[in-house]
């Protein structure tokens, strides 16, 4: 019997699921009044990456589900540049930041190639 792949079987999505918990555990010692800004911003930015990957993937629309990829991709940029800020205001050293964005790197190139390898396939 042939296993159907899933979502949570993609690497992409394992390794936005791991950045997620990063960033949660990462944030929890924020400032009290960070909580509704950076964290909050932060955690939505992560959570929306693994969040997108999963959206749409079961669904036979290749076209929608690159839209779906591309706002993973978005939601990666977003939190890059609030990782940057975070290590900016002194909220990070420069080895949390370096790590956090050796992780983005490697998921943005992932879903590079797992949109281009559906764009290919949608045109054939």
């Known amino acids: 019997m042939t296993r159907v792949v899933q979502y949570f079987d993609l690497g992409v999505w394992q390794k936005a699921m791991n950045l997620v918990e990063d960033i949660y555990r990462l944030t929890r010692p924020f ?46 940029l977003e939190l890059e540049t609030q990782i940057q800020i975070s290590h900016r205001l002194q909220l990070w050293n420069q080895p949390t930041m370096d790590k956090l964005l050796v992780q983005t790197n490697e998921i943005g190139r992932m879903l590079n190639g797992l949109q281009q390898s559906l764009t290919r396939r949608s045109v054939a």
């Open 31 to 76: 400032p009290k009044e960070e909580q509704f800004g950076l964290v909050s911003l932060m955690r939505r930015a992560a959570v929306s990456i693994p969040s997108n990957i999963a959206e749409d993937y079961g669904r036979k629309a290749t076209k929608a589900y690159i839209n779906y990829l591309s706002i993973s991709y978005g939601s990666l």
